[in-house]
């Protein structure tokens, strides 16, 4: 595991968003600070500490801001600020995913937006068997919630209490029933995304025979944050399995 982050391939030089703090405040926080308001927002280093950093690696990031958003208008607005003023963005869930892509580089050259005040439940369907959810809530509550209704969610890893479901989703996780369910990507009905311009791409529906077109939701699912920010996301539930039992399976190569 390499203790610095992989430097981006070559193409606009990266511009230390601090290198002019005045335009960066002009351009940048203090209208990204008219957008979240106070709570929505960090800029103390000590606050930022935490998503900076992964607890099984030894390199750590640095940025100027990270923003907070409490809704798909907000975050879309952020973006937009992003967007006219160059300003990189690096999405952060849960921040348990291990590989650096949630983590910023260590060279103020980027900003946060971490969904973690995007928590909501905002529908579940029983007659369709799906929930329809915030790009922040952690993978567990999504679980809990299904099942209080009898149904199950079957993704399910080891950071599942603190990874979410916009995290999952970008990364395609897979976890432990993937075999029995697939990955992520098969649970999804519908996703709403904020583009890299601050559209908003409007995705969110449970229908489950659509066939009209492309499936466009489908090229944000794995992409990391690359194509737009999830915000949201329609799941598909399942029956609750009325029993489980544990088998272990050995077997010997001759
Ligand atoms: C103990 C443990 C067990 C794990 N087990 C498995 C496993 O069994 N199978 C498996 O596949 N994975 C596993 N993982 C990795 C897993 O993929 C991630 O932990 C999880 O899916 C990431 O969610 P997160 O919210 O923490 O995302 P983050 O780590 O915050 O982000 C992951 C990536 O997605 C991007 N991103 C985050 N949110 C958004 C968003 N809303 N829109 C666009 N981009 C976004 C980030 O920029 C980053 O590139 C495990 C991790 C841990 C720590």
Excluded at 87 to 102: C, E, H, K, R
Excluded at 152 to 166: K, V
Excluded at 205 to 226: H, P, S, V, W
Aim: some cysteine; aromatic content about 4%; charged content about 20%.
């Amino acid at each position: 595991m390499p203790d610095t982050i992989p430097e981006p391939p070559a193409g606009r030089p990266r511009r230390s968003l601090t290198a002019d703090p005045a335009r960066f405040a002009r351009e940048v926080l203090e209208p990204v600070r008219a957008i979240v308001g106070e709570r929505g927002l960090l800029t103390d280093r000590d606050a930022m500490q935490p998503m900076m950093v992964a607890w099984r690696d030894s390199w750590e990031g640095r940025v100027p801001l990270v923003v907070m958003p409490a809704s798909t208008e907000e975050l879309a607005a952020v973006v937009v600020v992003c967007a006219r003023t160059g300003t990189p963005i690096v999405p952060q869930g849960g921040n348990t995913g291990l590989t650096g892509a949630s983590q910023p580089h260590g060279d103020d050259t980027e900003i946060v937006i971490s969904t973690r005040r995007m928590n909501r439940i905002r529908a579940i369907d029983l007659d369709n068997d799906t929930i329809t959810v915030d790009a922040g809530v952690v993978l567990q509550t999504i679980q809990e919630a299904a099942r209080a209704q009898g149904r199950l969610f079957p993704l399910s890893l080891g950071a599942e209490g603190s990874c979410q479901i916009g995290g999952n989703l970008s990364t395609n996780a897979g976890g432990v029933q993937a075999l029995r369910y697939g990955t992520a990507r098969a649970l999804v009905a519908g996703l709403e995304v904020v583009l890299p311009d601050g559209r908003v791409w409007d995705g969110l529906r449970g229908l489950r025979k659509d066939n009209a077109g492309y499936d466009l939701k489908q090229l944000f699912i794995g992409a990391e944050g690359t194509l737009g920010i999830i915000t949201a996301a329609t799941l598909k539930l399942l029956p609750l399995p009325t029993a489980l039992a544990t088998a272990v399976v050995s077997h010997r190569v001759v």
